[in-house]
């Protein structure tokens, strides 16, 4: 299976704040890495997938970057609607594996 | 619009199996596969299997294999998943997601169930 670990676990930020978050897969994932934001009693919402493609509707302030096993989710500035806990997932191979998850409070 | 909505909460005794139901609305249900994710109370997602909504074909984790059965039934466009020889630490939110492309076994879930939340206790 892949191991997918995302850093940091959580983190404070203000409004306004630019906040990246990173996931790093236990091998290569040719870019099959989608994020997904999941706010208390929701479920998560896809933001990006293949790596970097926007889904229709989500704010360009969310942006995605990486390749090979290294990955990177920035929201450039941190609105009130943003704080939630969000995950990398990897759709390379099966099982499907999710990071454990990065939680966005406010500072 | 695209609308998947999962069957009400449970509670089942240690022991037990849970059925629960995932309807979509809105896509043609066979030219999507579904997944099901489950969420342990404050944890992170977990991955439990998919299958086909074009012929049924399932694809389960390896730890689920022997107590899970995902089903589809096309003509009420409607997703299963039950869950036998449930134990406590099978308590649970259980979520049926769709394949974000049709026709393919692509791995990103673009729509959601609302979530079913199972409580296993004695």
């Given at each position: 299976?892949?191991?997918?670990?995302?850093?940091?676990?959580?983190?404070?930020?203000?409004?306004?704040?630019?906040?990246?978050?990173?996931?790093?897969?236990?091998?290569?994932?040719?870019?099959?890495?989608?994020?997904?934001?999941?706010?208390?009693?929701?479920?998560?919402?896809?933001?990006?997938?293949?790596?970097?493609?926007?889904?229709?509707?989500?704010?360009?302030?969310?942006?995605?970057?990486?390749?090979?096993?290294?990955?990177?989710?920035?929201?450039?500035?941190?609105?009130?609607?943003?704080?939630?806990?969000?995950?990398?997932?990897?759709?390379?191979?099966?099982p499907r594996t999710f990071g454990q998850g990065t939680k966005v409070e406010i500072k | 619009q695209v609308q998947l909505v999962q069957s009400g909460a449970e509670v089942k005794k240690p022991g037990a199996s849970v059925k629960v139901s995932c309807k979509t609305s809105g896509y043609t249900f066979t030219r999507y596969g579904i997944t099901w994710v489950r969420q342990v109370p404050g944890q992170g997602l977990e991955w439990m299997g998919w299958i086909s909504g074009h012929n049924g074909i399932t694809n389960i984790a390896q730890k689920f294999q022997g107590r899970v059965t995902m089903t589809t039934d096309t003509s009420t466009s409607t997703a299963y998943m039950e869950l036998r020889s449930l134990r406590s630490d099978n308590t649970a939110v259980y979520y049926c997601a769709r394949d974000s492309r049709s026709g393919t076994y692509y791995g990103v879930f673009d729509y959601w169930g609302q979530g079913t939340l199972v409580t296993v206790s004695s």
């Open positions: 299976d892949i191991q997918m670990t995302q850093s940091p676990s959580s983190l404070s930020a203000s409004v306004g704040d630019r906040v990246t978050i990173t996931c790093r897969a236990s091998q290569g994932i040719s870019n099959s890495l989608a994020w997904y934001q999941q706010k208390p009693g929701k479920a998560p919402k896809l933001l990006l997938s293949a790596a970097s493609r926007l889904e229709t509707g989500v704010p360009s302030r969310f942006s995605g970057s990486g390749s090979g096993t290294d990955y990177t989710l920035t929201i450039s500035s941190l609105q009130p609607e943003d704080f939630a806990t969000y995950y990398c997932q990897q759709s390379y191979s099966t | -």
